[in-house]
């Protein structure tokens, strides 16, 4: 299942999406997304804060759960679970990152005395907050939250990497 050529398919399985309203919390990424006329409509907003329920065929989050931190994540993936009608569909990237890297900016946060997790990046030389929760992690709250792995990929850059993931939403969570 997770041999690169998946990502393919799944990118062939975005390509005719019609129709689609986007949302971002960054108003000059808007501004691109509307420069480049990729939805019909857009929102200033962030994913905690989706309110949408059994509104889209699908929801798709490309390149933004690097920079949800983990104490956001369950949320977050249960307003894009939410917001997918019955037999709907969630797509959504996950970055990784080295080792290595992971372990020296935990190191960071820590000799600074912040109450960092591991796979939190915040340093002076990074563009904005990352966190990098690993495939499995992630995989584990997507199973929190109902949400079934469909099909999943990975592409492999220089040092890092993204899983891609085609989610499909069941019956919610029993109430902890
Ligand atoms: C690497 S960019 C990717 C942009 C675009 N999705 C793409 O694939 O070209 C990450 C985007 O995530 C957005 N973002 C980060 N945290 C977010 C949040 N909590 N809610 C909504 N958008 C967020 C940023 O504003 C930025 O536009």
Not at 36 to 60: E, H, K, N
Not at 102 to 113: H, K, N, P, T
Not at 163 to 170: E, S
């Amino acid at each position: 299942m997770r041999r690169a050529g998946r990502v393919s398919t799944l990118r062939c399985w975005l390509r005719p999406v019609i129709g689609s309203r986007g949302a971002d919390q960054s108003a000059g990424m808007l501004a691109r997304a509307r420069a480049r006329g990729i939805a019909f409509s857009l929102q200033r907003t962030s994913l905690q804060d989706q309110p949408y329920a059994a509104r889209f065929d699908a929801v798709l989050t490309i390149e933004a759960m690097q920079h949800i931190p983990p104490e956001d994540w369950p949320g977050v993936l249960a307003n894009l679970g939410r917001a997918v009608r019955p037999g709907g569909l969630v797509y959504l990237t996950v970055q990784v990152l080295g080792q290595h890297h992971i372990q020296r900016a935990f190191e960071s946060l820590r000799v600074r005395g912040l109450p960092a997790v591991r796979g939190e990046l915040a340093e002076e030389d990074t563009p904005g907050y990352h966190y990098f929760p690993g495939r499995d992690q992630a995989a584990g709250w997507f199973g929190q939250q109902g949400l079934a792995i469909v099909d999943e990929g990975f592409r492999r850059g220089n040092d890092w990497g993204h899983h891609h993931f085609l989610l499909r939403p069941g019956p919610a969570p029993p109430a902890s």
